[in-house]
């Protein structure tokens, strides 16, 4: 009798745990689902004053550095990065040279298609950085 009542339990124990384990692993298997599908998409972006010349920049995420040389004009566009959500920091630095003392070099970081940080600077010899952290 004792051991068909162990047996019993045993059975019970084996099949909630079995069960706890199934409804447990579903769970795990949607949250990893949702989570591999969350990505922000980053831009950074740059305009000067007119008759302002924008020369070089500097953008990344995470300590991931992009140089971009030898530009000209007075706006300035990085292509669209994708990241995942587990990314901390990104950063845009851009020099230009400007008409005047007057003229000015505003940088910008956009994420989801939303302005997250702007920073503008005025001067001859521009140099205007921003970072936005997620």
């Known amino acids: 009798m ?12 084996l099949v909630t745990a079995f069960i706890f384990g199934f409804v447990t692993s579903c769970k795990n298997d949607g949250d ?3 989570e ?3 990505t922000h998409k980053v831009i ?3 305009e000067a ?10 953008y990344g995420i995470d300590g991931n550095p992009i140089t971009v040389n030898g ?8 292509p ?10 990104s950063n845009v630095v851009v020099n230009a040279t400007g008409a005047n003392s007057a003229s000015t070099l505003k940088v910008q970081i956009w994420v989801d298609g ?18 936005y952290s997620f």
């Open 2 to 13: 004792k051991l068909k009542t162990v047996l019993k339990r045993s059975f019970l124990m």
């Open 32 to 34: 990893d689902v949702s």
């Open 36 to 38: 591999a599908n969350d």
């Open 44 to 46: 950074f972006k740059a």
């Open 49 to 58: 004053s007119s008759g302002s010349n924008i020369s070089t920049a500097v």
């Open 71 to 78: 530009l000209s004009g007075t706006t300035w566009m990085s």
């Open 80 to 89: 669209e990065i994708t990241t995942d959500t587990k990314v901390y920091n």
């Open 114 to 131: 939303e302005l997250k940080k702007e920073s503008t600077v005025t001067g001859k010899n521009l140099s205007a950085s921003t970072s």
